[in-house]
Nanobody, 126 residues
Framework: QGQLVESGGGSVQAGGSLRLSCATSVYSASQYCMGWFRQAPGKQREAVATITYAGATKYADSVQGRFTISQNPEKTTLFLQMDNLKPDDTAMYYC????????????????????RGQGTQVNVSS
């Protein structure tokens, strides 16, 4: 499924913003979704946001209205704009490609993915 490389993580204060990017070396087939998930120490993986080939998006309730997922026209770069960050957003963020299943968010939550990157750390201080 090729290589996925995330970037854009860092440390910010609560209320700040970060923009994550995920570059993939392969073209994602049209039947799959792409998305972001996160994992904090001692917590379960959480699906954050997904986007279909056509551009339809879904978000976790915890980030709805604060995060925006998008992709470039070639479907080779995935973005996550994160605004009004909160300390609870602190986690390692991973991009995932070739998410399958009836529902993209459910598929991402269950690890039904073709590949993922190494992750980028986001730290939000109060």
């Amino acid at each position: 499924q090729g290589q996925l490389v995330e970037s854009g993580g860092g440390s910010v204060q609560a209320g700040g913003s970060l923009r994550l990017s995920c570059a993939t070396s392969v073209y994602s087939a049209s039947q799959y979704c792409m998305g972001w998930f996160r994992q904090a120490p001692g917590k379960q993986r959480e699906a954050v946001a997904t986007i279909t080939y056509a551009g339809a998006t879904k978000y976790a309730d915890s980030v709805q209205g604060r995060f925006t997922i998008s992709q470039n026209p070639e479907k080779t770069t995935l973005f996550l704009q994160m605004d009004n960050l909160k300390p609870d957003d602190t986690a390692m963020y991973y991009c995932a490609t070739e998410i399958y299943g009836v529902d993209c968010m459910e598929g991402l939550s269950k690890g039904m993915i073709g590949g993922r990157g190494q992750g980028t750390q986001v730290n939000v201080s109060s």
